[in-house]
Nanobody
Framework: QVQLVESGGGLVQPGGSLRLSCQAS????????MGWYRQAPGKQRELVAT?????????SDAESQKGRFTASRDNTKTTVWLQMTSLKVEDTAVYYC???????????WGQGTQVTVSS
């Protein structure tokens, strides 16, 4: 069973940066996707970014996120990062890491890490 542990959340001022990390342990499939979603209070969980085991990256189409977030994975493919810059108050949310093998496509979620953007 794969387990995910996120870190890096916290309180940051508007315009600041944060880097989230998600470490996967267990038996990972060779072909998989890891990525990030976020959920703000009272809103649905929304996609932020995904990175496949072949380093193909996809980002949300949301205009509010474009150009400010960068997702990447390490060479061992067990860690995924989310670099966030020019943070805005509306980026405040719980950020969830996930892992999903191509087959079977059973998604596993991390526990979430709180990001609060406030002055």
């Amino acid at each position: 069973q794969v387990q995910l542990v996120e870190s890096g959340g916290g309180l940051v001022q508007p315009g600041g940066s944060l880097r989230l990390s998600c470490q996967a342990s267990g038996s990972l499939a060779n072909n998989n996707v890891m990525g990030w979603y976020r959920q703000a209070p009272g809103k649905q969980r929304e996609l932020v970014a995904t990175v496949s085991s072949k380093n193909i990256t996809n980002y949300s189409d949301a205009e509010s996120q474009k150009g400010r977030f960068t997702a990447s994975r390490d060479n061992t493919k067990t860690t995924v990062w989310l670099q966030m810059t020019s943070l805005k108050v509306e980026d405040t949310a719980v950020y969830y890491c996930y892992y999903q093998p191509f087959f079977p496509p059973n998604r596993i979620w991390g526990q979430g890490t709180q990001v609060t953007v406030s002055s």
